[in-house]
């Protein structure tokens, strides 16, 4: 597994974890609801762009 892969991997694990987390916290108190939709969002182009670079990231 590449060092991209595992990246890739993490922070979809992170970003399950987050959600998790979230169960039963009142999110819409003091903007959370949108500073974690801004924080998905941009891990999500991430995570999009990682994937995207993968065969650059690749060891030979």
């Known amino acids: 597994m590449s060092n991209a892969d595992r ?3 993490d922070l979809d694990s992170a970003m399950r974890q987050l ?3 979230m169960r039963g916290i009142p999110i819409r108190r ?3 609801k ?3 939709d801004n ?3 941009d ?3 991430a995570a999009t762009m990682m994937d995207a670079a993968r065969p650059v990231l690749r060891k030979n």
Do not use: P
């Open 7 to 9: 990246m890739i991997e």
């Open 19 to 21: 959600r998790e987390a």
């Open 30 to 32: 003091g903007s959370f």
């Open 34 to 36: 949108r500073t974690h």
């Open 39 to 41: 924080l998905a969002r």
């Open 43 to 45: 891990i999500a182009k």
